[in-house]
């Protein structure tokens, strides 16, 4: 989809326009558009409320018809109703079967932001399975954005839309897709291939490297699967003066049956239990298509989590490449594993200055806080920004306490840790205690997507099944800091 910034008069404009009105408005709409509009709300009982909306068809001008969707009050109005109303625009077009429109973006750079963030997270739909055209989703491919006067900020509000939006949608069609396809092997092709494409140096261990390195906990979790297990660490160097870096590490356990401790029930979403390593292949992709200043390594340890005779048992006790020993309390939490021997290989051969990492890690996490909120527990002291950015953004994250006194909680009676809780309350907290442990002295932030990762239905502007939550937070957290 394009979206181009305009000036001028949007009324001397062909086709379709989308405009967007609070409920005040209405009582003194624009003067341009009171003969057009006026009637048809009165006929419509349009109020302006929020998302609600109304086509009204145009005679004698040269557009054709007008949508008009509702803002709610004034007062109350941000970035989120701003995009959820763009969604609601952008879905009234793809019902008349409209690939294009001209819209009002204001003033504002944040509106132009919004709006923009908006109309490319609803054009989205995963039809790729979809044999029957009629089935699929009509996707606008150009948009006319009219403002005041095109300002630089504008432009590049534009530009930065475009590519984290972009890099949203690549990661909500790998989160998607069907696990048998995005297996472990494809994610590590996929690496090699944006190796290439964007120059990022690649470091890609296969189960033979993982075995010399000695990384058991990732190998561990993968033995009962046929796809192998791989680390996937690619490189952007956009501040090559710099010595900070960043590590962002994602979960990517490709496929969760919950291994012999198999899932009795919602498993059949567990092909979204990628979700994290999606995150940071779609975060390294945008920092390198905006080039970014930063220095930026992206970390998934990817694996499928399977049964079988081969599969790892409870009770094993593994080595990780830390040198501590877990003994496998529960099979079913395999994320941590794989993060922890990804998150110690990190610290010991690149030494990042922080990590944040990335995880639908515990069904705990959902408990506490929903399906709108991620967790966030972190060592460091960026975790404020990090919070601050996803609000701006859209996606929601609650800091969550690490208290010293649940490390208790994580204590093995046979060896240097257990993997799961010896409580059956504040799992999110203990899995995140557990991981503390391979991440040394480094300053350290654990983000739990386990709801905000994935939805069962289309809410606003998330598509059913993957979310791409993550991406925007972590780039415009990149952006700003
Ligand atoms: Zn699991």
């Not at 062909?14 to 709300?41: A, M, P, R």
């Not at 079988?308 to 994320?335: M, W």
């Not at 953004?393 to 010293?404: D, F, N, S, T």
């Not at 932030?445 to 991406?471: E, N, Q």
């Amino acid at each position: 989809m394009k979206i181009n910034l305009r000036e001028g008069d949007i009324y001397k404009g062909k086709g379709s326009i989308l405009l967007f009105l609070t409920e005040e408005q209405i009582k003194n709409l624009d003067s341009k558009l009171v003969d057009l509009v006026d009637n048809s709300i009165h006929i419509g009982n349009f109020k302006g409320k929020k998302y609600e909306s109304l086509l009204v068809p145009v005679v004698g001008r040269s557009f054709d018809r007008i949508v008009i969707v509702g803002l709610g009050k004034r007062e109350e109005l941000n970035n989120e109703i701003f995009r959820r109303a763009a969604n609601a625009g952008l879905q009234a077009f793809s019902k008349l079967k409209v690939n294009e429109f001209s819209t009002f973006a204001e003033y504002d750079v944040d509106i132009v932001r919004a709006l923009s963030d908006g109309f490319r997270l609803s054009n989205y739909s995963f039809d790729k399975y979809k044999t029957e055209k009629d089935n699929k989703f009509i996707m606008i491919q150009k948009i006319d954005m009219y403002v005041h006067e095109i300002k630089d900020d504008f432009k590049k509000a534009v530009e930065f839309s475009e590519a984290t939006c972009e890099a949203t949608n690549f990661v909500r069609d790998l989160q998607t897709d069907d696990a048998d396809v995005v297996n472990p092997e494809y994610l590590a092709d996929l690496a090699k291939s944006m190796s290439t494409k964007y120059r990022l140096h690649l470091e890609l261990l296969d189960k033979a490297d993982l075995k010399r390195k000695g990384l058991g906990l990732l190998l561990g979790v993968g033995q009962g699967s046929r796809f192998e297990p791989h680390l996937i660490i690619l490189e952007y160097k956009g501040d090559p003066s710099s010595k900070e870096q960043i590590a962002i590490v994602g979960k990517g356990v490709t496929y969760d049956t919950g291994g012999l401790d198999i899932k009795l029930r919602s498993m059949k979403e567990m092909n979204t239990d990628m979700s994290g390593a999606a995150v940071v292949l779609g975060v390294i992709r945008a920092a390198a298509e905006l080039k970014l200043k930063k220095n930026i390594l992206a970390v998934a340890p990817v694996v499928e989590n399977a049964v079988g005779t081969k599969a790892y048992k409870p009770g094993t006790i593994l080595d990780s490449y830390l040198g501590k020993t877990v003994e496998i309390g529960n099979t079913d939490a395999e994320g941590r594993l794989a993060l922890a021997d990804a998150m110690a290989y990190v610290v010991k051969n690149y030494k990042p200055s922080r990590i944040v990492d990335f995880a639908t890690l515990t069904g705990s996490i959902v408990a506490a806080l929903g399906e709108d909120y991620a967790g966030l527990f972190s060592t460091d002291k960026v975790a404020d920004k990090i919070i601050e950015a996803g609000d701006y953004v859209g996606e929601k994250v609650w800091r969550m306490p690490l208290p010293e006194e649940y490390n208790e909680l994580l204590k093995s009676k046979i060896a240097d840790l257990n993997n799961i809780s010896s409580s059956n309350y504040g799992g999110a907290i203990t899995a995140a205690l557990f991981l503390k442990n391979f991440v040394g002295e480094t300053p350290w932030t654990h983000i739990d997507i386990a709801g905000t990762a994935r939805g069962s239905k289309r809410k606003h502007y998330w598509p059913v099944y993957g979310t791409g939550f993550g991406v925007r937070l972590m780039l415009e957290w990149l952006r700003k800091n």
